[in-house]
Protein backbone atom coordinates (compact mmCIF):
# COMPACT_ATOMS: atom_id res chain seq x y z
CA UNK A 1 0.00 0.00 0.00
CA UNK A 2 1.04 3.25 -0.79
CA UNK A 3 1.22 6.28 1.60
CA UNK A 4 1.93 9.64 1.33
CA UNK A 5 2.62 12.45 3.60
CA UNK A 6 4.85 15.66 4.43
CA UNK A 7 8.82 14.86 4.81
CA UNK A 8 10.53 14.82 8.22
CA UNK A 9 14.13 15.67 8.47
CA UNK A 10 14.01 11.88 9.46
CA UNK A 11 13.27 11.15 5.83
CA UNK A 12 16.55 12.74 4.36
CA UNK A 13 18.82 9.92 3.83
CA UNK A 14 16.06 7.93 1.98
CA UNK A 15 15.14 11.54 -0.43
CA UNK A 16 19.15 11.65 -0.69
CA UNK A 17 19.29 7.99 -2.13
CA UNK A 18 15.52 8.89 -4.28
CA UNK A 19 17.77 11.92 -5.61
CA UNK A 20 20.82 9.60 -6.37
CA UNK A 21 18.80 7.04 -8.06
CA UNK A 22 17.02 9.78 -10.56
CA UNK A 23 19.87 11.23 -11.48
CA UNK A 24 19.34 14.59 -9.83
CA UNK A 25 21.88 14.17 -6.97
CA UNK A 26 25.36 11.96 -6.45
CA UNK A 27 26.74 10.38 -3.47
CA UNK A 28 29.11 13.14 -2.84
CA UNK A 29 26.07 15.13 -1.58
CA UNK A 30 26.14 16.03 2.04
CA UNK A 31 23.24 14.71 4.05
CA UNK A 32 22.70 18.47 5.55
CA UNK A 33 21.89 19.46 2.52
CA UNK A 34 18.68 17.51 2.03
CA UNK A 35 17.97 18.64 5.39
CA UNK A 36 18.32 22.13 4.44
CA UNK A 37 15.82 21.90 1.45
CA UNK A 38 13.49 19.73 3.52
CA UNK A 39 13.20 22.36 6.32
CA UNK A 40 13.51 25.26 3.14
CA UNK A 41 10.52 23.75 1.50
CA UNK A 42 7.26 25.45 1.99
CA UNK A 43 5.96 21.87 1.88
CA UNK A 44 7.76 18.40 0.86
CA UNK A 45 5.73 15.45 -0.13
CA UNK A 46 6.85 11.98 0.58
CA UNK A 47 5.25 8.60 -1.06
CA UNK A 48 6.29 5.67 0.81
CA UNK A 49 5.43 1.97 -0.25
CA UNK A 50 6.22 -0.27 3.22
CA UNK A 51 8.45 2.14 4.81
CA UNK A 52 10.68 3.23 1.55
CA UNK A 53 10.53 6.33 -0.12
CA UNK A 54 9.60 5.97 -3.89
CA UNK A 55 8.63 9.06 -4.46
CA UNK A 56 9.02 12.96 -3.92
CA UNK A 57 7.56 16.52 -4.56
CA UNK A 58 7.86 19.85 -2.74
CA UNK A 59 6.94 23.45 -3.68
CA UNK A 60 9.12 26.59 -2.73
CA UNK A 61 7.00 29.41 -1.26
CA UNK A 62 6.96 32.83 0.73
CA UNK A 63 4.19 31.70 1.77
CA UNK A 64 1.64 34.92 0.45
CA UNK A 65 1.50 35.19 -3.04
CA UNK A 66 2.82 32.49 -5.20
CA UNK A 67 4.62 29.31 -5.30
CA UNK A 68 7.21 26.74 -7.56
CA UNK A 69 6.86 23.05 -7.45
CA UNK A 70 9.93 21.31 -8.09
CA UNK A 71 11.42 18.01 -7.48
CA UNK A 72 8.86 15.85 -8.76
CA UNK A 73 9.85 12.80 -9.11
CA UNK A 74 9.29 8.47 -8.59
CA UNK A 75 11.38 5.97 -8.54
CA UNK A 76 11.73 4.22 -11.94
CA UNK A 77 10.11 0.63 -11.49
CA UNK A 78 7.42 2.54 -9.28
CA UNK A 79 6.69 4.81 -12.27
CA UNK A 80 2.76 4.97 -14.34
CA UNK A 81 0.91 4.03 -10.97
CA UNK A 82 -0.34 7.41 -10.41
CA UNK A 83 2.09 8.32 -7.17
CA UNK A 84 3.76 11.06 -9.24
CA UNK A 85 -0.25 12.21 -9.79
CA UNK A 86 -1.42 11.88 -6.27
CA UNK A 87 1.81 14.12 -5.51
CA UNK A 88 1.13 16.96 -7.23
CA UNK A 89 -2.72 16.97 -6.85
CA UNK A 90 -1.36 16.92 -2.72
CA UNK A 91 0.63 19.91 -3.53
CA UNK A 92 -1.76 22.06 -5.20
CA UNK A 93 -4.26 21.39 -2.69
CA UNK A 94 -2.20 22.59 0.23
CA UNK A 95 -0.87 25.26 -2.03
CA UNK A 96 -4.77 26.42 -3.05
CA UNK A 97 -5.38 26.02 1.23
CA UNK A 98 -2.98 28.33 1.91
CA UNK A 99 -4.19 30.89 -0.22
CA UNK A 100 -1.40 30.75 -3.12
CA UNK A 101 -2.96 30.44 -6.66
CA UNK A 102 0.06 31.56 -8.62
CA UNK A 103 1.58 28.76 -8.72
CA UNK A 104 4.36 27.84 -11.47
CA UNK A 105 6.16 24.73 -12.58
CA UNK A 106 8.86 24.19 -15.24
CA UNK A 107 8.91 20.99 -16.65
CA UNK A 108 11.93 18.41 -18.07
CA UNK A 109 12.31 17.98 -21.41
CA UNK A 110 9.63 15.06 -22.03
CA UNK A 111 7.46 15.37 -19.11
CA UNK A 112 5.72 18.29 -20.83
CA UNK A 113 2.29 16.46 -21.17
CA UNK A 114 2.30 15.56 -17.35
CA UNK A 115 1.22 19.23 -15.97
CA UNK A 116 -1.95 20.18 -17.73
CA UNK A 117 -3.31 17.35 -16.50
CA UNK A 118 -3.06 19.36 -13.52
CA UNK A 119 -4.85 22.75 -14.90
CA UNK A 120 -1.10 23.95 -15.74
CA UNK A 121 -0.64 25.84 -19.46
CA UNK A 122 2.21 26.76 -21.05
CA UNK A 123 3.24 30.63 -19.99
CA UNK A 124 3.15 31.38 -23.81
CA UNK A 125 5.81 34.46 -23.98
CA UNK A 126 7.96 33.79 -21.44
CA UNK A 127 11.12 32.16 -21.11
CA UNK A 128 12.71 30.69 -18.00
CA UNK A 129 16.36 31.87 -16.84
CA UNK A 130 18.84 29.88 -14.72
CA UNK A 131 22.31 31.29 -13.69
CA UNK A 132 25.20 29.01 -14.52
CA UNK A 133 24.83 25.60 -15.51
CA UNK A 134 23.65 23.92 -12.82
CA UNK A 135 20.19 22.45 -12.49
CA UNK A 136 20.05 24.25 -8.96
CA UNK A 137 22.88 24.88 -6.50
CA UNK A 138 24.34 21.98 -4.67
CA UNK A 139 22.51 19.11 -6.81
CA UNK A 140 23.88 18.00 -10.19
CA UNK A 141 21.32 16.82 -13.13
CA UNK A 142 22.21 14.04 -14.35
CA UNK A 143 18.88 12.72 -16.19
CA UNK A 144 15.92 13.98 -17.81
CA UNK A 145 13.35 11.59 -16.91
CA UNK A 146 11.52 12.57 -14.04
CA UNK A 147 8.14 11.26 -13.99
Known amino acids: MITYEMAQETDAQQIKQIYELTG ?14 IQGSFCFYVAKENGRLIGIARAISDGVSDAYIQ ?10 RGIGYHLINLIKEFLLKSGISWIGVISE ?20 FLLGDNKW ?4 SNKNDTI
Open 24 to 37: WGSKDDPLDLIIKI
Open 71 to 80: DVTVIENFRG
Open 109 to 128: PGAENFYPKFGFNVMKGYTP
Open 137 to 140: AGLK
